[in-house]
């Protein structure tokens, strides 16, 4: 009986473990949050990204770490939960999201980081 719930345990950390490292890192970070207050951040070689609600803090490291080619000391991150919105009698959701602040060793430019994620001008 025992034996029997530790192997269907292992087995659900096995799936789950699956799952989550096949996420290419392109697809954990969505876009950089650039405001005034990360603009403050990026001078103490923080940046603030925008990611998937189900990445992990490994996984938002090698992201980071493959895409700009830095070294990754630590990754704070938080998640925001969408703000349910009215308007007449139509009620909505806003999306939730997660932040993740990522400090890196060295230096890293801004403009590096705008590049990786704007599209392409139309020729």
């Given at each position: ?94 999306p939730s999201f997660k932040k993740a602040i990522v400090s ?11 590049e990786k994620f704007t599209l392409p001008a139309n020729k």
């Amino acid at each position: 009986m025992q034996e029997n719930k530790i192997q269907e345990n292992k087995n659900k950390i096995e799936r789950k473990m699956k799952t989550i490292t096949n996420i290419a890192p392109e697809d954990v970070i969505l876009t950089p949050v650039l405001t005034e207050k990360s603009h403050k951040l990026s001078e103490k070689g923080k940046f603030v990204f925008i990611c998937r609600i189900d990445a992990t803090k490994p996984q938002i490291k090698r992201a980071v770490e493959k895409i700009f080619g830095v070294k990754v000391k630590k990754v704070n991150t938080m998640i925001y939960r969408g703000k349910v919105k009215r308007r007449g009698i139509f009620v909505g959701r806003r999306p939730s999201f997660k932040k993740a602040i990522v400090s890196i060793e060295g230096q890293l430019d801004i403009g590096k980081i705008t590049e990786k994620f704007t599209l392409p001008a139309n020729k």
